[in-house]
């Protein structure tokens, strides 16, 4: 039997077959379905190997250690079964067994290898664009999509989801115009997916064009309800132009109301959450006991450091609330789990995760020159701990606001201008800005 894109596939069982594209396809769009339509192909034909490393891949999608057993056991079940499996598949199973080992560069290469022969197995094509996403691998997430799209016809299934992935590459390597121009194409030939919109988005944060991005964001919050908690990152990006705009208020409404994920402790609402957080109170904005929920996650999660990102916004948390016991564990235990030279986070931690993390701890501990002095010289270099540009701003954010505390006038007027000049009439710059001023005539 065949995938919805004409792959073959080891299973003859028609049930487990259709669960299987369903599952692919939810996936693709964001749906709580996916795990449960994994699990229904895995079960409804035991010998399909690769619906059991599809169940893996979703355990390890989700971000955290605490499903990484479930995806050890669905990837021994992958192996058990990969006798009859094709050739493709195989290599599934041996990229799903590397990413479980820290081996991301590996992981990356395998699924590359099977876009070669299959530029039609949207599976390896996205968790390669996922992968690359967290390791800061900007090229690639370019590439990888542009290198397959000339075999795509317009009218296969996944063609528009190619397309959205394309958009996004091209947003992070700041070509806006194709960005935009890919994107608004892959949001009208498959309105379903959530990354096509999410790639417009930051085309429009990152031109600073804050009255474009709420118009395009402007759904009703209930809009999504059937997705997964990465609808709340698009409703982060709302709460973004918000603050571009001005309308502060607007933004801390849209985090209560949509952006938290309450008691959820997946990933991206730790991250969404704390970065909208510090982005408010360096405008001066109020927010209240809203840091507690995280820093009490953060602290039941100190050893959990399956994405460098996500350690660095525990720290956020951690520091903001004058847990620095907490925060001190959560460093030392980077410092431990970085030790394995076999894992690929691990010198990304050493050089870019622990140092920032230090500096934040440092910031709120007060020590304003020592903040600056740990940041300043990573600023240019922290693609590696993943994530967008969009979202690693927060780094120059702390570092401007280290410098306006520090009284460092030169250093903080460096950063607005270029951040004026970027994105011209947002309301962060000019506040902070307004505030060096008043921070120069004040010292007069």
Not at 12 to 24: D, G, K, L, M, R
Not at 109 to 124: K, V
Request: net charge negative.
């Amino acid at each position: 039997m065949f995938d919805d894109r004409g792959l073959e596939l080891s299973s003859e069982n028609e049930t487990a077959v259709t669960a299987f594209n369903q599952a692919i396809r939810s996936f693709l769009e964001y749906r709580t379905t996916a795990m449960p339509l994994a699990k229904q192909a895995a079960e409804s034909d035991p010998q399909f190997s690769l619906a059991h490393c599809l169940r893996g891949y979703f355990f390890m999608v989700f971000g955290t250690f605490l499903v990484l057993d479930k995806a050890r056991a669905a990837l021994r079940e992958a192996q058990l079964t990969s006798e009859k499996a094709t050739s493709r598949e195989r290599k599934h199973v041996e990229a799903l067994r590397l990413w479980i080992e820290g081996d991301l560069m590996a992981a990356n290469a395998c699924w590359e290898s099977i876009l070669f022969d299959h530029p039609h197995d949207l599976l390896a094509l996205r968790l390669h664009h996922f992968n690359s996403f967290w390791m800061g691998q900007t090229r690639a997430l370019r590439s990888v999509p542009a290198s397959v799209l000339a075999d795509w016809r317009k009218d296969m299934p996944g063609y528009g989801n190619v397309l959205g992935m394309l958009a996004f590459g091209f947003e992070e390597n700041g070509d806006y115009g194709s960005a935009e121009r890919y994107g608004r194409e892959a949001a009208e030939v498959c309105p379903d997916d959530l990354w096509a919109l999410h790639a417009v988005a930051h085309v429009l944060e990152m031109q600073g064009r804050h009255g474009d991005g709420l118009k395009w964001l402007s759904h009703p919050l209930d809009k999504w309800n059937d997705r997964n908690p990465f609808r709340r990152h698009l409703w982060w990006h709302k709460a973004l132009f918000h603050i571009d705009a001005g309308r502060l208020d607007g933004a801390l409404e849209l985090y209560d109301a949509a952006v938290t994920g309450g008691k959820s402790d997946f990933y991206l609402d730790i991250q969404n959450a704390a970065s909208l957080l510090a982005r408010l109170e360096f405008c001066g904005v109020d927010v209240g006991p809203r840091w507690e929920a995280l820093a009490d996650y953060a602290e039941n999660h100190i050893d959990d450091h399956a994405l460098v990102f996500t350690d660095i916004h525990c720290v956020m948390s951690l520091a903001h609330e004058g847990r620095f016991d907490a925060a001190k564990r959560l460093i030392e235990s980077m410092k431990t789990y970085s030790s394995d030279e076999m894992k690929y986070a691990s010198r990304v931690i050493r050089t870019l995760g622990v140092p920032l993390c230090e500096s934040i701890v440092a910031f709120e501990q007060g020590r304003y020159d020592d903040a600056v002095n740990g940041i300043l010289p990573l600023r240019h270099a922290t693609g590696p701990v993943g994530a967008s540009h969009a979202q690693r701003d927060i780094f120059d954010q702390y570092l401007l606001e280290a410098a306006l505390r520090a009284n460092k006038v030169s250093l903080a007027q460096s950063i607005l201008q270029e951040r004026m000049l970027l994105k011209p009439g947002t309301h962060e710059a000019e506040y902070k800005q307004a505030r060096l001023l008043q921070g120069a005539l004040t010292a007069s």
